[in-house]
């Protein structure tokens, strides 16, 4: 009798465990990347706010459309970028060109800053993965080419400031000026082509997945 009694109550505990519902924790990546973590992990910042969705299902699809719209921002921003950047150049090659394409320059540069913040915020903000590697991927390169061009377009602007406030002071005949504007200018294209350059070599990683 005592040992009826007690598979009795195994049985029932033991169903009791089987009942209990899998969390969200339970199907989140065991290696997810520490920014996901910070906004989706098992107590991450979007957790139980009107943005969690409260299924991993739901999280997937959220993800993909997210990641979609980060495509279409970012294919916008190398075409804004790559305008930009012919127009820059035309700035500084022509005689008058300064002048001419100052305003244009500094309008698509706040355009171009604008939906690449945009672009990398869809990126960074989405749900995670099913799953991550450790292994070198195109996705990897890809996230490693982001660290490049996110750092040279967080420099721009403040390269651009610096290069047009040493340009007024040069034309006002503080000493020293030009020779500034002119460092600063070289570092300003330097910076720009190469952040140009790792954006576009960015999405090309991306057409191999």
């Known amino acids: ?16 465990e089987l009942k209990t ?7 989140l990546p065991n290696n997810i990347p520490f920014v996901k973590s910070v906004f989706w992990g098992d107590n991450g910042m979007f957790r139980d706010t009107f943005v969690d969705p409260k299924s991993r299902m739901k999280e997937l699809r959220i993800r993909r459309n997210m990641l979609q719209l980060h495509q279409r921002f970012a294919l916008f921003t190398l075409g804004a970028m790559i305008f930009q950047s012919s127009i820059g150049f035309k700035m500084t090659e022509e005689g008058d060109g300064y002048n001419k ?17 945009t672009a990398a915020s869809l990126s960074i903000f989405s749900p995670p993965g099913m799953k991550y590697t450790k292994r070198f991927s195109s996705n990897k390169l890809h996230q490693y080419l982001a660290l490049i061009h996110f750092a040279g377009m967080a420099a721009q602007p403040w390269l ?9 002071e040069c034309q006002n005949g503080v ?6 504007r002119k460092d600063m200018l070289n570092m300003h294209k330097t910076v720009g082509t190469i952040t140009v350059s790792t954006y576009f070599l960015a999405f090309l990683t991306t057409l191999s997945k």
């Open 1 to 16: 009798m005592k040992n009826l009694l007690f598979i009795l109550l195994l049985s029932v505990s033991f169903s009791d």
């Open 101 to 117: 394409y100052q305003d244009l320059h500094m309008n698509l540069g706040y355009l171009t800053f604008g939906t690449y913040m």
């Open 160 to 168: 651009g400031y610096q290069t047009s406030v040493a340009g007024i």
């Open 175 to 180: 000493p020293g000026r030009c020779d500034d």
């Open 21 to 27: 519902e899998p969390t969200i924790a339970d199907s």
